[in-house]
């Protein structure tokens, strides 16, 4: 994957604090070292051979924050849905498109999804990107563990102004 490439871009930090929150994320598994949200986190640089493939370790019963490479969300849905049956609790940023295959296969057997309303999440590019509008929506996935056979809950969050009704400093991160 090129640092350039929309694959690198990272989430921002007000929202994954929001999340974390909630959440409280012990790895990210769709990282690398420059973009990693959490201390542990796994990706092509991590120092341990073992964890720079996400898609091919267990999870564990950790809390997972995923922000996928876009161009081949697949199989991240998968492994997440499957992680979430094996004690997982994984949630996933991605973007808002139900008329793709991976949405109706793997998007839809997640516990919760979250439809983002009110704004676009602007995505951080690496250094020496210009930095562009994301003309998408996004939606959040969370998979809890052992949640099978029904039907998401699904919502509109206004996380923007749930970010704003609080007050956050880019610049200060608590790594989870």
């Not at 990272?10 to 929202?15: A, R």
């Not at 704004?119 to 690496?126: D, G, H, K, L, M």
């Not at 998979?143 to 699904?154: C, E, Q, S």
């Amino acid at each position: 994957m090129e640092e350039n490439s929309r694959d690198c871009w990272e989430t921002p930090l007000p929202l994954f604090q929001l999340l974390d929150e909630e959440f409280h994320f012990t790895v990210d598994a769709a990282a690398n070292m420059r973009n990693k949200k959490c201390q542990e986190f796994f990706g092509p640089d991590n120092d341990n051979p073992a964890k720079r493939n996400a898609l091919t370790i267990p999870w564990g019963h950790n809390t997972v924050w995923i922000n996928p490479p876009y161009s081949d969300i697949a199989p991240w849905l998968r492994k997440a849905y499957v992680e979430s049956q094996e004690g997982a609790t994984v949630v996933v940023l991605i973007p808002l498109d139900p008329s793709t295959k991976w949405w109706t296969e793997w998007a839809m057997r997640a516990t919760e999804i979250r439809f983002l309303t009110g704004a676009r999440v602007q995505f951080v590019p690496p250094p020496g990107v210009k930095k562009t509008s994301n003309p998408h929506a996004s939606a959040v996935l969370i998979y809890r563990p052992y949640a099978t056979g029904t039907k998401p809950l699904i919502e509109s969050w206004r996380w923007k102004e749930e970010l704003d009704s609080t007050t956050r400093l880019e610049t200060q991160l608590s790594f989870c």
